[in-house]
């Protein structure tokens, strides 16, 4: 039965909605502004399973020496190195301290990665060389091996996702809307962190469960391909192979120029709201949605600025190979990190 065509909302009607918003949610929203924002490469299920690829990938007295290293944890919940690899998305001081970490901002004008793009600062391709020190150093204590083991795996699953090899100003998709049947995701970010995983786990039967997704994606990797993905272990090689997938043209991230790729046809960069009022906006769109189910594609007239792409089940046909191999590589490649790190504490 077709839906019956509604109005735009009035602005008294606007009015009205916000007086409808109970005040615990305005103050909880309010609240929210203090908290950064999230960015989770792949998600749980997409780290885990890059860390389970891994864990199989392992010698068994390497397996032994990294389980040794996982139950000197204080919380049970992280002694599976599944597990522990999403710590580094769990609230907390530490991780707060190393959120630049967890992306690779480059130029727009910039088609290659050559190792130069953090400069002096914090960013994925200092801080991989930096924990696989730490992990492997002789004498280092065990509480900083285990936060650098943690650490280590998540950072090497964040950049092997396109989009956390991206442009700081959209904030690597973030601020990018998208219209989707894919029922998760509402920027392309989280396309690509969650929907194309969880659609991929839909078509192999599992539901939800990134360990399983793992030790299925593990099972396909060939001789072959192992020995091609850790021919060459520079972290600015695997940089490079995620920022020509996020600059494909079938990507939808940016539209390329002759000066580089633009956020737009007719902007180069992302020039509506951000910061304070995109947060304000952000929360204020999801208490929004939760007050007035009937109209949850409001958005405040804050909310602007942002390009809106159509994604569809063909989206995530199309790049559900894509995700599956960066998985796939990302988990080989942990694992030959591992093997380098335990060298000293296994049997020759």
């Known amino acids: ?30 609240l929210c502004l203090a908290q950064p924002g999230t960015l989770r490469a792949w998600g749980d299920a997409g780290h885990r399973a890059v860390c389970e690829v891994a864990y199989h990938e392992l010698s068994p007295d390497v397996r032994a020496a990294v389980d040794a290293l996982l139950a000197t944890d204080n919380d049970p919940a992280f002694h599976g190195l599944a597990n522990a690899c999403t710590w580094p998305d769990r609230p907390g001081d530490v991780q707060g301290r190393n959120r630049p970490n967890h992306y690779l901002n480059v130029s727009r004008e910039v088609a290659h990665v050559d190792g130069s793009e953090c400069g002096s600062e914090a960013c994925l391709l200092t801080a991989i060389p930096r924990d696989l020190e730490r992990l492997g150093t002789p004498g280092v204590a065990n509480a900083e091996r285990l936060m650098a083991l943690k650490f280590l795996g998540h950072w090497v699953g964040d950049l092997h996702q396109p989009l956390h090899v991206s442009f700081a100003d ?17 920027v392309l970010h989280g396309v690509w962190d969650t929907c ?15 360990a399983a997704f793992g ?89 602007d600025g942002k390009r809106v792409v159509a994604i569809t089940t063909h989206y995530a046909e199309r790049f559900e190979p894509v995700v599956k191999q960066r998985i796939k590589m990302a988990g080989v490649r942990f694992a030959a990190l591992l093997k380098q790190a335990f060298r000293g504490e296994t049997t020759p």
């Open 1 to 30: 039965m077709p839906e019956t065509p509604q109005s735009a909302p009035s602005p008294e009607a606007d009015n009205a909605l916000w007086c409808r918003v109970p005040i615990a949610f305005v103050v909880a929203g309010v």
């Open 170 to 186: 959209d904030r690597g998709g973030n601020l990018i809307e998208v219209n989707s049947n894919l029922a998760c995701g509402t």
């Open 196 to 210: 194309i995983p969880a659609y991929a786990m839909e078509r192999m039967g599992i539901r939800d469960d990134g």
């Open 215 to 303: 030790r299925s994606l593990q099972g396909e990797i060939s001789s072959a391909e192992r020995q091609a993905w850790t021919g060459d272990l520079r972290v600015e090689v695997w940089a490079d192979e995620s920022l020509s997938i996020a600059l494909r043209s079938d990507v939808r991230y940016c539209a390329r120029r002759d000066d580089g790729c633009w956020y737009a046809a007719d902007s180069k960069r992302f020039v509506g709201t951000s910061g304070f009022f995109d947060r304000l906006t952000a929360s204020f769109g999801a208490l929004f949605a939760r007050a007035e189910p009937a109209r949850a594609d409001f958005r405040p007239r804050l909310w």
